[in-house]
């Protein structure tokens, strides 16, 4: 009975999050102030946008945790790496804060989300297992995993540490922009695209806590926290750390195809490539549907407006109110540049990965089975509808990015010497 009250409750913070942006966006639609005041208030609308994607499951659908519990149990049963050092991609999948203790060699931990805060190479994952809806006070997903403490500490790869720098940088964003919406609605009710707007005496209220104004402000300070926290979840823990997993699985199979001396060695090596397979098409049925098509279209228009507001109209935005854009372009850039990249290499390490394959089986005449099967083996991407992520896709991105920025710029110069 409890589970599915949760439930309900999650659909109505569905209907209520959606209901919420649509309203807004009329705001920002037919409000009759000032383009640049739009424009500042489009940043946050945007920012709601992409998270509301990944904030969206009103069929509470299992996927997500289907995901990453096959990760897992990938590593688990064809990389057997229970007991020893796991690949770098997991240490991604379960975050800990620094006051996590873990007392001695294997304990059982329940994490929320709140716990998920920042990448700890440290400490070593063995198995981390998905529940369903928790019963915390923001509704979040619960963890169960289990650590070994004497294990040593990792040496974390390039993109374990970019994607590290990215964790760290959307907790802080998730704090900032709650705090930072609540703070201009409380000084500044009439700020877009925030509902207190709408009133044509915003500009007048008193606050109070027996005035209706004050609990509106509180409740567009939750909706912003269940937006920032609850839509970064699976972005984060499905897409930006599969994509450092995938990676990783191929580093652990590349090493296994250069050792591979064996007809059944090289054999292990092409079942352990078709099992990753599996993971790509596992993950990509998930993020393809929505996921990355919204930061695919979200991201760039963060990116160009978060950029304007910064270059153009930053002496009209007050103190310390604007470091909120600063701290959003830098998000938006790090997505489109650092996220977009990595996913790109998943495709090239992918083909890389084949090629030693394939050069390693050459030598060995009999194994012409062999041969047809790495042949048979497909290039892994990250798909988003019918295209994929390339290795030009992130330069084709700031490109634009810059184009419409710079253009924006000179139409905004133009019209002020009119």
Same mark, same amino acid.
């Given at each position: ?10 659909r109505v913070l569905c209907l209520l999050t959606l209901f919420y942006v649509a309203t807004i966006f009329v705001n920002l639609a037919f409000s009759k102030l000032h383009v640049s ?12 946008? $992409? ?6 499951? =009103?069929? &509470?659908? %299992?996927? +997500?945790?289907?995901? *990453?519990? @096959? ?114 609605? $409380? ?6 695209? =925030?509902? &207190?707007? %709408?009133? +044509?005496?915003?500009? *007048?209220? @008193? ?108 002496d009209e935005i007050e103190m310390p109110g604007f470091l909120v854009f600063p701290l959003l372009l830098l998000d938006a850039t790090l997505l489109n540049v650092l996220v977009f ?58 490109n634009f990015c810059l184009n419409q920025t710079a253009s924006l710029i000179l139409i905004k110069r133009g019209d002020n010497k009119d």
């Amino acid at each position: 009975m409890a589970k599915g009250a949760r439930k309900s409750r999650y659909r109505v913070l569905c209907l209520l999050t959606l209901f919420y942006v649509a309203t807004i966006f009329v705001n920002l639609a037919f409000s009759k102030l000032h383009v640049s005041l739009k424009i500042h208030g489009f940043v946050y609308f945007t920012t709601y946008c $992409i998270t509301l994607v990944g904030l969206w499951n =009103f069929d &509470l659908d %299992i996927a +997500p945790m289907q995901v *990453v519990n @096959s990760f897992m149990d990938f590593e688990e049963k064809i990389l057997q790496i229970k007991g020893s050092n796991p690949s770098r991609g997991v240490i991604l999948l379960c975050i800990f804060v620094d006051v996590l203790k873990v007392e001695g060699p294997e304990t059982t931990i329940r994490l929320t989300f709140d716990d998920l805060v920042t990448v700890r190479t440290g400490r070593i994952v063995r198995n981390i297992k998905f529940s369903d809806f928790s019963s915390s006070p923001l509704g979040h997903q619960v963890i169960e995993c289990q650590t070994d403490s004497d294990q040593p500490n990792l040496k974390p790869s390039l993109e374990s540490k970019a994607m590290e720098l990215l964790f760290q940088v959307g907790q802080i964003t998730c704090f900032a922009v709650t705090l930072a919406v609540f703070s201009l609605i $409380i000084y500044k009710p009439c700020t877009l695209p =925030f509902l &207190l707007s %709408i009133s +044509p005496n915003c500009g *007048v209220m @008193s606050w109070n806590m027996y005035r209706w104004e004050i609990w509106v402000a509180f409740f567009e300070m939750w909706i912003c926290l269940h937006l920032s926290l609850l839509g970064s979840t699976w972005i984060s823990f499905v897409f930006f750390a599969g994509i450092v997993c995938l990676l990783a699985y191929f580093q652990v199979l590349d090493r296994k195809i250069r050792k591979a001396k064996t007809q059944y060695d090289n054999k292990l090596c092409i079942r352990t490539y078709r099992s990753i397979q599996l993971l790509e098409k596992l993950m990509n049925s998930y993020v393809t549907q929505r996921i990355v098509p919204a930061l695919i279209i979200g991201g760039p228009i963060l990116q160009i407006v978060a950029q304007y507001v910064c270059i153009k109209i930053r002496d009209e935005i007050e103190m310390p109110g604007f470091l909120v854009f600063p701290l959003l372009l830098l998000d938006a850039t790090l997505l489109n540049v650092l996220v977009f990249t990595c996913a790109s290499w998943v495709y090239n390490v992918s083909v890389q990965v084949m090629r030693t394959q394939e050069r390693n089986l050459l030598t060995d005449k009999k194994n012409s089975v062999l041969r047809r099967s790495a042949k048979a083996c497909a290039v892994l991407k990250i798909k988003f509808g019918s295209n994929f992520i390339d290795n030009g896709r992130p330069l084709v991105i700031q490109n634009f990015c810059l184009n419409q920025t710079a253009s924006l710029i000179l139409i905004k110069r133009g019209d002020n010497k009119d």
